[in-house]
């Protein structure tokens, strides 16, 4: 079963409008963090935004705001009043249990596109 | 300020050649991956290096050896280049002296075709 699970293989958007990217996760350990990253058609990875299991609130990054929802395992990402320098491929990332070192596990991505 | 840098950032090979893919980090991070990069897939790990004199298989480890030649650098290494390892490979490191939310850094990625 894969542990984190994007649904949304590509997703369009109007220039200036909101947009969710759904992220779910699979983990039995109490202590994970979840990570977005963003890849632009250059094929950087940019990390974007970071939620630990233990936050007591959601995380926000500027523009992008993370929909953490434990019990359903999820962990959206919100992207408010998107540009157009916003299309690219986003990955979800899961990091499970504590200590310094851990192997992240990804998604497959989701496909942005912003129509002016 | 140059992060983590991969060389080289393209390579066309033929069946059964072999090649390196240099990493290298000036960040002083302990922990460095190679990933691999298709279509649809997401990236998947082939190799890690939790530290220096450390290295563990990761998800498809097959056809591929690494070195950790010091802190600084981790090598992937294709012995007998096959077309299905046609891939974009990305490097990456992180600190683990500074908490669980630090995230990985990526180099910018080798474009391997194998023919």
């Known amino acids: 079963a894969q542990k984190i699970t994007q649904t949304q293989p590509g997703m369009f958007v109007q220039e200036k409008e909101a947009v969710t990217l759904d992220c779910t996760y699979d983990?039995?350990?109490?202590?994970?963090?979840l990570f977005w990253y963003k890849q632009p058609s250059s094929g950087e990875m940019i990390f974007l935004i970071y939620?630990?299991?233990?936050?007591?609130q959601n995380a926000t990054e500027g523009r992008y705001s993370l929909n953490f929802q434990k019990a359903r395992k999820s962990a959206n990402l919100v992207i408010s009043a998107s540009q157009l320098g916003d299309s690219a491929m986003y990955f979800c990332?899961?990091?499970?249990?504590?200590?310094?070192?851990?192997?992240?596990?990804f998604g497959r991505g989701t496909s942005l596109i912003v129509h002016p | 300020n140059a992060g983590v840098t991969q060389t080289p950032k393209f390579q066309v090979l033929k069946t059964g050649q072999s090649m390196t893919l240099q990493c290298a980090q000036d960040?002083?991070?302990?922990?460095m991956y190679w990933y691999r990069q298709d279509p649809g897939m997401g990236l998947r790990l082939i190799y890690y290096?939790?530290?220096?004199?450390?290295?563990d298989k990761g998800e498809v480890p097959n056809g591929y050896n690494v070195s950790r030649l010091n802190k600084r650098e981790f090598s992937l290494r294709l012995e007998s280049a096959a077309p299905s390892q046609t891939s974009v490979y990305f490097c990456?490191?992180?600190?683990?002296?500074?908490?669980?939310?630090?995230?990985?850094?990526f180099g910018d990625g080798t474009r391997l075709s194998i023919l």
């Open positions: 939620q630990g299991s233990y936050d007591q």
């Open positions: 990332a899961m990091r499970e249990g504590g200590g310094g070192s851990y192997i992240p596990t």
């Open positions: 290096s939790a530290s220096e004199g450390t290295t």
């Open positions: 960040m002083n991070h302990n922990s």
């Open positions: 983990t039995s350990d109490p202590s994970y963090g």
């Open positions: 990456a490191s992180r600190s683990i002296m500074t908490g669980n939310n630090q995230p990985q850094h």
